[in-house]
T-cell receptor, first 113, second 112 residues
Framework: DAGVTQSPTHLIKTRGQQVTLRCSPKSGHDTVSWYQQALGQGPQFIFQYYEEEERQRGNFPDRFSGHQFPNYSSELNVNALLLGDSALYLC????????????FGPGTRLTVT | QQQVKQSPQSLIVQKGGISIINCAYE??????FPWYQQFPGKGPALLIAIRPDVSEKKEGRFTISFNKSAKQFSLHIMDSQPGDSATYFC???????????FGGGTRLMVKP
């Protein structure tokens, strides 16, 4: 049983550019959450998707947006990249009857230069 | 505003010893408290979790102790092994929604 998968593994972008990160949840999971983890810090919640809608959002600007597809996979889009957006972006999925349990993928390391 | 405070930031333990990591929270609306283990270059892995109606939960060498009145909880790793060397994060979930609020992390090193 494959766990949560994310792509790409690493990404280097230039300030001002836009980026799209992708996530496939664990089998049997229908809820996807995105987190940003700066170096040496704990993950910070960006938003959560369920039934293709954003259900909850953390303290992140509108430059951060997302989408969930009918097959429960999800994308995170970040526009107008800033140097401070450099971080590990983590996707977590949750099972249908236990949405409080979150299982993380390996993350996408984004570097903004 | 950091709602979950974790200590210590780093910890060195001898093989076979007990590793203890502490967390304190402020928001009484938190109702689920998981611990995650993260190795370098990997995503956090769910280790063990507890709800506030239970004072202790044990899974193998890992035990969570929970003190609701003090708004504190801790992770104990018994018989610590070099393979346990990783960064550990406590987290908390509010009873409305599923957003996890994480502590700052503890880097554990177990010396052989």
């Amino acid at each position: 049983d494959a766990g949560v998968t994310q792509s790409p593994t690493h990404l280097i972008k230039t300030r001002g550019q836009q980026v799209t990160l992708r996530c496939s949840p664990k089998s049997g999971h229908d809820t996807v959450s995105w987190y940003q983890q700066a170096l040496g810090q704990g993950p910070q919640f960006i938003f959560q998707y369920y039934e293709e809608e954003e259900r909850q959002r953390g303290n992140f600007p509108d430059r951060f947006s997302g989408h969930q597809f009918p097959n429960y996979s999800s994308e995170l889009n970040v526009n107008a990249l800033l140097l401070g957006d450099s971080a590990l972006y983590l996707c977590a999925s949750s099972p249908v009857l236990a949405t409080y349990e979150q299982y993380f993928g390996p993350g996408t390391r984004l570097t903004v230069t | 505003q950091q709602q979950v405070k974790q200590s210590p930031q780093s910890l060195i333990v001898q093989k076979g010893g007990i590793s203890i990591i502490n967390c304190a929270y402020e928001n009484t609306a938190f109702d689920y408290f998981p611990w995650y283990q993260q190795f370098p270059g990997k995503g956090p892995a769910l280790l063990i979790a507890i709800r506030p109606d239970v004072s202790e939960k044990k899974e193998g060498r890992f035990t969570i102790s929970f003190n609701k009145s003090a708004k504190q909880f801790s992770l104990h790793i018994m018989d610590s092994q070099p393979g346990d060397s990783a960064t550990y994060f406590c987290a908390a979930r509010r009873n409305a929604g599923n957003m996890l609020t994480f502590g700052g992390g503890t880097r554990l090193m177990v010396k052989p």
